[in-house]
C-alpha cells in the first residue's frame, strides 16, 4: 500500500535525520494504524532497502529533476 509505504518511509527518514523522534506508538496514534503494524511496515521497509539509509548527492540530483 502507497500509504503505509509512504508512512514508513517518513519514520525512518525522520529518525535517521533527527536527534528526537516521535516513537512508534505516537506514529501509531497519528496514522491510525496499530502498533504492531507500524513495526511489520517499518521492518519490511528498511529490508526492501537492504538498511542502505544513505542517499548520494548525485542520487538525490536525479531524483530532484525527475520530480
Known amino acids: 500500500c502507497g500509504r503505509r509505504t509512504f508512512l514508513a518511509s517518513l519514520m525512518v ?20 494504524l496499530s502498533i504492531k503494524e507500524i513495526n511489520a511496515n517499518e521492518l519490511v521497509f ?3 532497502i537492504d538498511y542502505s539509509l544513505f542517499v548520494s548527492h ?10
Do not use: P, V
Open 58 to 67: 548525485e542520487t538525490f540530483m536525479r531524483w530532484t529533476a525527475l520530480l
Open 46 to 48: 528498511l529490508k526492501l
Open 13 to 32: 527518514a525522520s529518525k535517521y535525520l533527527q536527534d528526537r523522534n516521535y516513537s512508534n506508538k505516537a506514529w501509531a496514534k497519528i496514522s491510525g
